[in-house]
């Protein structure tokens, strides 16, 4: 549940509007408290219940009693899945070995990744289509981010047929390959500039994005099926500057921290704790897309912190922007080809290094029968109402 108190005419600075969070205050305690205040409040914290609180458009947002707050443990040792919710789901990506499964090979995981990228799309369609945002709360709050249970990323995935973003597409992949068998490492990246806010400069966001390390006989290599079109299309060895060949003229690599201005290192031991995914086109100039940590461990609250602020800040690119991507790939050869893109109102499929524009829409209307006809994807009236007060919806 969430309650909210009135702010206005607090005297508070500009940029705690939209983002403050601090740990655990009682409701006593933050109501009708200014910022400063807030933040001494810590200090008079008692023994009960614990809330959380944030500023958002000068209203101070109490979030108490929450049922659905994740528990914060770390991603299961064990296997997960059943191996009935395995075998569907081998079926649902049309795997050619559904009922046979293989050993964890490297073969077996990269036929995993092509068949998982070409049936599930990567979105953000629930931060946009949702009830939560005709809502009598405000259209950020912890209601929007998408559950992590791996329960509720396998029911979304396979038994309803949707996608994700990064942090659920790589946590319910990171999952499904520790339960067929695979050493799974999960770990956190931080987005270049580039990708995150599509400003120019040489910097990077925080710790904002999820990727896999698959140990395979000693190696480990980067699993990444949650970056839409400048992902990796296989695995990448995270040790190696070797060039692997995506899809139409792109190339990737990983290569070590430290090569570039913004890369300084106060020390040489920085250089082995972080690797660097790149790619370049048609053989230009190599850009940096995301920097991954090499063996700081990471746990579920981790991604809970990056999930929460991906999909409930209104600066974040995925509650600014709509997008949903699904790879191609071809029957006879089994390789990915191409790709059907949305971005904003225009629908789109790429193969190799041509795009040709599918449809473009002018409203809502058709954008949800856009989604219907090229992904597959259903809509329901609740859903397409959702988006209306947001600044992704198109003209009605």
Not at 251 to 265: I, S
Not at 340 to 347: D, S
Request: glycine content about 8%; charged content about 25%.
């Amino acid at each position: 549940m969430s309650r909210i108190y009135d702010t206005e005419g607090l005297n508070m600075p500009r940029k705690y509007q939209s983002s403050f969070l601090s740990p655990s205050c009682s409701r006593d305690d933050i109501m009708p408290l200014s910022i400063s205040d807030s933040r001494r409040s810590k200090a008079r914290l008692t023994q009960g219940s614990f809330y959380f609180y944030f500023v958002s458009y000068n209203r101070l947002v109490c979030l108490e009693d929450t049922p659905k707050f994740p528990t914060m443990n770390s991603f299961p040792p064990s296997p997960h899945y059943t191996s009935g919710q395995i075998t569907t789901y081998l079926h649902y990506i049309a795997h050619p070995s559904p009922n046979d499964i293989p050993p964890p090979t490297f073969s077996f995981l990269k036929s995993l990744i092509t068949h998982n990228l070409s049936t599930i799309p990567f979105d953000n369609l629930k931060l946009h289509y949702s009830h939560h945002a005709t809502s009598s709360t405000p259209p950020y709050t912890h209601s929007r981010a998408p559950s992590l249970d791996p329960e509720d990323l396998y029911k979304t995935i396979v038994n309803t047929g949707r996608g994700g973003y990064c942090v659920e597409m790589n946590a319910f992949f990171g999952h499904m390959l520790r339960s067929l068998g695979f050493t799974v490492k999960p770990r956190g990246a931080k987005v270049h500039m580039k990708y995150c806010l599509n400003e120019p400069g040489e910097w990077w966001a925080g710790w904002s994005h999820m990727v896999n390390l698959v140990e395979i006989e000693g190696s480990d290599w980067l699993v990444d099926v949650g970056f839409g079109g400048v992902g990796p299309v296989g695995p990448l060895l995270a040790d190696s500057e070797e060039i692997v060949r995506g899809i139409g003229d792109m190339d990737c690599r990983v290569r070590k921290w430290g090569n570039r201005p913004a890369e300084e290192v106060e020390d040489e031991g920085m250089r082995e704790q972080m690797r660097v995914y790149e790619t370049r086109t048609g053989g230009g100039d190599w850009e940096p897309v995301y920097a991954f940590s090499r063996h700081v461990k990471f746990f579920r609250q981790d991604y809970e912190v990056m999930n929460w602020f991906v999909s409930t800040n209104p600066n974040s690119w995925f509650t600014r922007r709509l997008v949903c991507m699904k790879y191609l790939r071809d029957e006879q050869s089994k390789e990915l080809t191409g790709a059907l893109i949305l971005e904003e109102g225009i629908f789109s499929k790429r193969i190799g290094g041509e795009k040709e524009v599918l449809t473009e829409c002018k409203t809502d209307k058709e954008r949800a029968e856009g989604l219907e006809r090229w992904f597959g994807i259903e809509l329901n009236e609740e859903e397409v109402k959702g988006i209306k007060k947001l600044p992704s919806v198109l003209g009605n």
